[in-house]
Each structure stands twice: as C-alpha cells, then as structure tokens.
T-cell receptor, first 114, second 109 residues
Framework: KAGVTQTPRYLIKTRGQQVTLSCSPI?????VSWYQQTPGQGLQFLFE???????NKGNFPGRFSGRQFSNSRSEMNVSTLELGDSALYLC?????????????FGEGSRLTVL | EDQVTQSPEALRLQEGESSSLNCSYT??????LFWYRQDPGKGPEFLFT???AGEEKEKERLKATLTKKESFLHITAPKPEDSATYLC??????????FGTGTLLAVQP
C-alpha cells in the first residue's frame, strides 16, 4: 500500500516569497496533520485537518495556513517567508484523528529560506 | 505548561549494551503516549502506543513502559541498526499532540 507522499522534497526560496507544500495521505486516511521540524525545537504541531475541516491548530502565526480537499489530499502554505521558516515540514496521515493512534509520516519537504 | 521532556539528548552504546530512554510529561488528562523512530532524512516511524499506567509493549529488542508521569523505552542488546532518533509524543485532553525533542541513539559495533 502506498505511503504518505510529500512534494516537493526540497525547495529553496528567498525571504518574502510564499510556498505551497503538498501531501497525499494513505488511501482511506481522513486525517492529515502537519509538523515543522527544526534542530532546536524538534517536531512542532502546525495543524490538523479531518474530512476537510481544520480540527486543531498549533501556535504558529497566520502566515501558516492549510487546507484539505475532498480526496483527503492536503496543502500547506507559508506566506511572506522568513529565514526562521527554514525547516523540514512533515505531513502525517491517520485513519482517525491524529491524537488517537498511529501516525504515518511522509519523508518531508525540506525548505530553505535565503 | 504542558510539556514533554526526553532524556538523555544523546546516547552512545556499544553493541549488546542494554539501556533505557526516558520520556517524562506534565500534561493532564493523558489520552495516549506514542513512541516513534526517525532515521536521518526520513519521517518518523511509529513504534508503540501506550494508554494507561502499567501498560507495556514489546517489539524485537524494544520494550516501552508507562507510569503516571513518564515512559521508558528499554533497548535490550542493541545492534548498530537500532541507531536512530527516538521520539515520544503525548496526546491529551485538548486533542493536540506534543512531541519531545528526541534522543539520538548511536550503537557502535
């Protein structure tokens, strides 16, 4: 069975630009959650979508947004990029909500902001 | 403040030298505690879920246990392929998931 797919895997942007990252969950999974991973802060929760509705949101500024489509695919967008946004962005899918069981992670999108 | 703390930050073991990793938490209304393994350049891979104090789960050389305030991941007779970062995550009443910063384990042959 196909795993969680994230695209693009690597990208380089400059300050002030915006970026859109994509996540295709495992077939049948309705929950998609997003995390930012940096060496200093570890894995930090961005938001979770379940059946196209944002179920939960972490403590990130409004520049970070996301959405989920009817086929459960999800996108996250970061506008007005800052240097500190450089990180590995991980998407995870699960059969039920993210806090009730096993999460399946993609390999991440590594964003570098110059 | 709800927190998840993992220790040690890094651990170097000789092959066959058993040890334990710790995950302590200060959340109230625990819904579940999860252990993941992350290899360099990869996303985390699920290992275990623990729901209540006293619960134990085992998989090959790994055994996870849970008390009211912490969880341990015991590694028995580790091999070099067990080298990875081990993350724990806690879910609680607010429906959010908090991850610890992980323990980087290196097992030398």
């Amino acid at each position: 069975k196909a795993g969680v797919t994230q695209t693009p895997r690597y990208l380089i942007k400059t300050r002030g630009q915006q970026v859109t990252l994509s996540c295709s969950p495992i077939s049948g999974h309705r929950s998609v959650s997003w995390y930012q991973q940096t060496p200093g802060q570890g894995l930090q929760f961005l938001f979770e979508y379940f059946s196209e509705t944002q179920r939960n949101k972490g403590n990130f500024p409004g520049r970070f947004s996301g959405r989920q489509f009817s086929n459960s695919r999800s996108e996250m967008n970061v506008s007005t990029l800052e240097l500190g946004d450089s990180a590995l962005y991980l998407c995870a899918s699960s059969l039920t909500t993210a806090n009730t069981g096993e999460l399946f992670f993609g390999e991440g999108s590594r964003l570098t902001v110059l | 403040e709800d927190q998840v703390t993992q220790s040690p930050e890094a651990l170097r073991l000789q092959e066959g030298e058993s040890s334990s990793l710790n995950c302590s938490y200060t959340v109230s209304g625990l819904r579940g505690l999860f252990w993941y393994r992350q290899d360099p350049g990869k996303g985390p891979e699920f290992l275990f879920t623990l729901y209540s104090a006293g619960e134990e789960k085992e998989k090959e050389r790994l055994k996870a246990t849970l008390t009211k305030k912490e969880s341990f991941l015991h590694i028995t007779a580790p091999k070099p392929e067990d080298s990875a970062t081990y993350l724990c995550a806690v879910a609680w009443a607010t429906n959010k998931l908090i991850f610890g910063t992980g323990t980087l384990l290196a097992v030398q042959p």
